[in-house]
């Protein structure tokens, strides 16, 4: 074999090895399964059987607050009649939920929730049934 020869087969080893890793980085990717580690949640409310009008509630505040200190999402102060709030892309796991009803025409809330829930993948839905609070 001449030098030509073998000084050219020497050179494109290292272009195989690199093909040959794509390659097998490409058929491995096939089968490789991402799962979305992220929920969305939706917390409706009501007030020991009250509506909104009945238990003299115009606004209403919801709060998630993750037990390992991660995630925390607040609603805002949102118009009762809304009926319930929306939380997306929040990580799986325990959740303390704070809620408050507060009085039209503003105030102290006379409505109140503190209580764990735990959100699973995907889509999740709770009912947030608050009980009357100290200041009522």
């Keep these: 074999m001449s030098d030509h020869h073998r000084d050219r087969s020497t050179r494109s080893r290292p272009l195989l090895a690199v093909g040959a890793a794509l390659l097998a980085l490409s058929l491995g990717a096939q089968g490789c399964v991402v799962y979305d ?15 909104c009008y009945e238990a003299e509630v ?8 993750a037990s390992d200190g991660g995630t925390y999402a607040d609603s805002g102060v ?3 009649r809304d009926g319930s709030v929306e939380f997306r892309d929040i990580d799986r796991g ?4 704070i809620a408050r009803g ?9 409505w109140a929730l ?10 999740n839905e709770f009912t947030l049934d608050m009980v009357p609070s100290g200041s009522r």
Excluded: M, N
């Design 114 to 123: 503190d209580s764990d829930l735990k959100v699973h993948g995907g889509f």
């Design 58 to 65: 115009e606004l209403v505040q919801v709060i998630l607050d």
């Design 94 to 97: 325990w959740y303390r939920v």
């Design 102 to 110: 507060f009085p039209r025409g503003g105030g102290r809330a006379t």
């Design 78 to 80: 949102v118009d009762c």
């Design 37 to 51: 580690r992220s929920s969305d949640v939706q917390l409706h409310w009501s007030f020991a059987g009250f509506d």
